[in-house]
């Protein structure tokens, strides 16, 4: 019998019910709180930038920072993403546990948001994908700007080529490596 099984075949008692709410109450905070502490990291990291950059413009400085950046925020989208769908869990599960807050969601937000946290989906992934974007185009900007003090070249210098290509095979290993992980995934849920 699986986990979800066993849940489905017990009524929860009031203590369990208000356990649950509780703990729901504790996933939504923890939500909302780490929301907040990456963004405020990320504006960190932006802000870094942006005094770096009126100083020092060098790709040898930006490119690192930009991508440790990048790979922080892409973090923080996983995180948001996976913590995202365990609050949709709890929330389903108080919702057949708690009639009268089945009722209230569907009351308020009708059928299309019945899960009573439609404002928090595009917080989980919006704000990082905006983020993300905006490294992305940081990270474009550095390697097609002029340098200062060298004459404007219509080509891109080998330097620049080798960097786009070092990150690409990174970017493909980190898709090959997601896809053998989800493939463990499912063999180890079997």
Not at 41 to 60: H, R, V
Request: hydrophobic share 50%; glycine share 4%; proline share 5%.
């Amino acid at each position: 019998m699986k986990p979800n099984e066993l849940h489905e075949n017990l009524i929860a008692t009031p203590d369990e019910i208000n356990r649950l709410w509780q703990h729901g109450l504790h996933e939504e905070r923890l939500f909302h709180d780490r929301l907040n502490y990456f963004s405020v990291l990320e504006m960190g990291f932006l802000t870094i930038c942006g005094i770096l950059y009126n100083k020092e413009s060098a790709l040898g400085l930006f490119l690192p920072l930009t991508a440790v950046a990048l790979v922080f925020t892409l973090l923080w989208l996983a995180i948001q993403m996976r913590h995202w769908r365990y609050c949709l869990h709890v929330n389903n599960r108080i919702k057949e546990l708690v009639p009268e807050y089945r009722r209230t969601v569907l009351a308020f937000d009708g059928p299309r948001h019945s899960n009573g946290l439609s404002i928090s989906e595009p917080l989980a992934m919006g704000v990082p994908l905006l983020f993300a974007m905006t490294w992305v185009a940081f990270l474009v900007w550095i390697f097609v700007r002029p340098i200062a003090g060298e004459p404007v070249q219509q080509f891109p210098s080998v330097e620049r080529v080798l960097l786009i290509a070092v990150v690409s095979v990174l970017v493909w290993i980190m898709v090959k490596l997601r896809r053998i992980e989800q493939r463990l995934r499912q063999v180890s849920d079997r």
